[in-house]
């Protein structure tokens, strides 16, 4: 199996530099805010997204002969935050207790403060971006703010209503998770000065991992002995279709989807509507099928990458790609 620690090699140099980067950047003098930052900052988790940044700034600088340096760091820096922040706000839309096995910022400092918590990690990331006066690394990362907005708004409202379409689901997906991950890949071609077709398909290539990675995601949600920080079957609690159950409900006659819908309105608060959809969706194939579509995303993020040479950055990015198939957590 591909390890993590096996695709950062080629810029472990770099992934130090930049954690020291954002140290710097984020130390704070107010002590309750200083523990609080720190405390998010100490559990971000696999760091996928500057790790992203960073190889895709060395695979360019290869072309480029401009080694990733601070434009590198920050732009690493501006979409991590991006994520951290969206993340601590997530858990008090949903009211969840823990991230990553740990106490959430909500449930550690209640969730008025954890909002405001989210807003200055926010303002902060933006204050030293503008401040750099590396504008054009500002201006590629700062749409992705709104991106991520609008998918959480519109899964929400999906969730509400409790239905969705393929198109919507994947139209969500992509504004929630793969845009940023594009945007990863695109903006480390950029601070390294790539020709501006190179930047387009490092951000191809990095949507189509994000595509893969949320499916991914919604995947280990209904398989058991997964270890995602977060409890198992969450996104039924919470209303959401996600692939595998819109699967299950594509194949299914209307009296069957009422009685699928059903059940999930009762997500909620019952148990036992949980376990029989999770139960459905694993027997009736809808987990391996939801995989397939998964690995077309990754097979078209990795044929992205045919234009560049062989080296062990491109590896690592194709390792990337195998990494996220294979995950369980």
Not at 60 to 88: C, D, F, K, P
Not at 269 to 292: F, N, P, R
């Amino acid at each position: 199996m591909v390890t993590l620690d096996a695709i950062r090699e080629p810029v472990k140099q770099e992934l130090e530099e930049f954690e020291a980067f954002v140290r710097r950047n984020f130390k704070v003098e107010n002590d309750l805010l200083a523990g609080m930052v720190d405390y998010v900052l100490s559990s971000r988790g696999k760091g996928i997204r500057p790790l992203l940044v960073l190889l895709s700034a060395r695979l360019n600088a290869l072309v480029t002969q401009r080694n990733a340096g601070q434009r590198s760091y920050l732009a690493a820096m501006l979409v991590e935050i991006i994520h951290t922040a969206s993340l601590v706000h997530d858990d008090v839309i949903d009211e969840s207790d823990t991230r990553r096995g740990r106490a959430s910022a909500n449930a550690k400092w209640q969730s008025r403060n954890a909002v405001v918590l989210g807003d200055y990690l926010l303002a902060r990331n933006m204050e030293i971006g503008m401040r750099s006066a590396q504008y054009d690394i500002v201006s590629y990362v700062i749409t992705s703010i709104a991106m991520l907005c609008e998918g959480e708004l519109l899964q929400n409202d999906r969730a509400r209503k409790m239905e969705v379409t393929r198109e919507a689901y994947l139209d969500i997906i992509y504004k929630k998770t793969a845009s940023l991950l594009g945007i990863c890949a695109g903006v480390g071609a950029h601070s390294v000065g790539a020709e501006r077709e190179k930047v387009a398909e490092m951000r191809r290539f990095g949507d189509a991992l994000g595509m893969a990675f949320q499916i991914q995601d919604d995947i280990l949600d209904y398989t058991r002995g997964a270890h995602t920080g977060k409890p198992s079957n969450n996104d039924l609690r919470e209303h959401k279709i996600t692939l595998p159950l819109l699967l299950l409900l594509e194949r299914a006659d209307e009296a069957r989807q009422r009685e699928i819908r059903d059940l999930l309105a009762r997500c909620h608060e019952d148990e036992t509507a949980v376990d029989t959809l999770q139960a459905a969706v694993e027997s009736e194939g809808c987990l391996l099928e939801a995989s397939k579509v998964m690995h077309g995303y990754l097979q078209r993020a990795a044929a992205q990458l045919a234009a560049w040479p062989d080296s062990p950055v491109r590896t690592s990015l194709v390792n990337l790609c195998a990494y996220i198939a294979e995950r369980n957590q």
